[in-house]
């Protein structure tokens, strides 16, 4: 089993930036690649970002693409999201999601956080 435990959400101005963090335990954190989705009210929850195992490849959802970067150290057991230049349409709740490889899809992925929530104000 692995746990995901996000943080780092909160209330923002449009234009400000939020760091989103990803801490893991109960296995090896390196053996996952890790993705974040997100969900707003009343609509189905999307895909934003994704890194492979090594943290060599990494993938964006085109609406964050230049604005949000995805990281990883695995020393630390931990996956980012820097969130910049946010708009009030990046508002929801953000969850960080562990899997057999990076995708656009849901599928992929074995284990799944709690979510954060990020609100962005006009």
């Known amino acids: 089993q692995v746990q995901l435990v996000e943080s780092g959400g909160g209330l923002v101005q449009a234009g400000g930036s939020l760091r989103l963090s990803c801490a893991a335990s109960?296995?090896?954190?390196?053996?996952?690649?890790m993705g974040w989705f997100r969900q707003a009210p009343g609509k189905e929850r999307e895909f934003v970002a994704a890194i492979s195992w090594s943290g060599g490849g990494t993938y964006y959802a085109d609406s964050v693409k230049g604005r949000f970067t995805i990281s990883r150290d695995n020393a630390k057991n931990t996956v980012y999201l820097q969130m910049n230049s946010l708009k009030p349409e990046d508002t929801a709740v953000y969850y960080c999601a562990a899997g057999v490889r990076p995708s656009r899809t849901s599928s992929p992925y074995d284990y799944w956080g709690q979510g954060t929530q990020v609100t962005v104000s006009s």
């Open positions: 109960g296995r090896t954190f390196s053996t996952y690649a």
